[in-house]
């Protein structure tokens, strides 16, 4: 079996990931074990023929995507289209607190994402149309690449080449700044 062509990795560890918070959009920069993490993660894509580093333009990615750039010799190129999810008037609110107080909301996030709207951000479908839009354009691009992003991001690439779709999205592993294969034919006729 041929190696991956396109590689994701979410960005290391930040304080968030500890404290349950919808990160979303909002900045928080990775921790220590986080830059040990993006640290191991330029060890384990040396050696694998990466030729395009590419990187939400987050802090906490563009940190992660330059730790493993100065290991791979690669600047990373930064695209919007690989930003976490817009969560609007969740942005950085404790996952418990939302639960608690939008009981309702947070169902039906889980029970239907290919509808759920985030109050004042994106719906999940936006989210998974601009990541198969820059996939896309990555794997028309020179290869192997790889894409530092969010898990969000990476659980609707994921999702693409899942029969259930956003509905499969929480059944997908998504630990920091371990490297996920990405199979361009997930992107159908787009890729």
Same mark, same amino acid.
């Given at each position: 079996?041929?190696?991956?062509?396109?590689l994701l &990795?979410?960005? #290391? $560890?930040?304080? @968030?990931? /500890?404290?349950?918070?919808? !990160?979303?959009? *909002?900045? +928080?920069?990775?921790?220590?074990?986080?830059?040990?993490?993006? &640290?191991?993660? #330029? $060890?384990?894509? @040396?050696? /694998?023929?990466?030729?395009? !580093?590419?990187? *939400?333009? +987050?802090?906490?990615?563009?940190?992660?995507?330059?730790?493993v750039g100065?290991r791979i010799?690669?600047?990373?190129?930064?695209?919007?289209?690989?930003?976490?999810?817009?969560?609007?008037?969740?942005?950085?609110?404790?996952?418990?607190?939302?639960?608690?107080?939008?009981?309702?909301?947070?169902?039906?996030?889980?029970?239907?994402?290919?509808?759920?709207?985030?109050?004042?951000?994106?719906?999940?479908?936006?989210?998974?149309?601009?990541?198969?839009?820059?996939?896309?354009?990555?794997?028309?691009?020179?290869?192997?690449?790889?894409?530092?992003?969010?898990?969000?991001?990476?659980?609707?690439?994921?999702?693409?080449?899942?029969?259930?779709?956003?509905?499969?999205?929480?059944?997908?592993?998504?630990?920091?700044?371990?490297?996920?294969?990405?199979?361009?034919?997930?992107?159908?006729?787009?890729?």
């Amino acid at each position: 079996m041929a190696p991956p062509t396109i590689l994701l &990795a979410r960005h #290391g $560890e930040t304080d @968030a990931k /500890r404290r349950r918070i919808l !990160l979303g959009r *909002s900045e +928080m920069p990775l921790n220590a074990v986080g830059r040990r993490q993006a &640290a191991e993660l #330029g $060890e384990a894509v @040396a050696g /694998r023929g990466i030729v395009r !580093l590419y990187a *939400s333009p +987050m802090g906490r990615t563009v940190e992660t995507a330059e730790i493993v750039g100065a290991r791979i010799g690669l600047e990373p190129v930064l695209d919007e289209r690989l930003a976490e999810t817009d969560k609007g008037r969740w942005e950085g609110l404790a996952r418990a607190d939302v639960k608690a107080a939008e009981r309702d909301l947070y169902r039906q996030l889980r029970d239907d994402p290919e509808r759920f709207r985030f109050p004042g951000g994106e719906t999940l479908a936006e989210h998974q149309r601009r990541v198969r839009a820059a996939l896309t354009e990555i794997a028309r691009g020179p290869l192997p690449a790889l894409v530092v992003c969010h898990d969000g991001t990476i659980r609707c690439a994921l999702a693409l080449g899942h029969p259930r779709g956003l509905s499969a999205r929480r059944e997908f592993t998504v630990p920091n700044a371990e490297p996920i294969p990405f199979e361009p034919r997930w992107l159908g006729d787009a890729g």
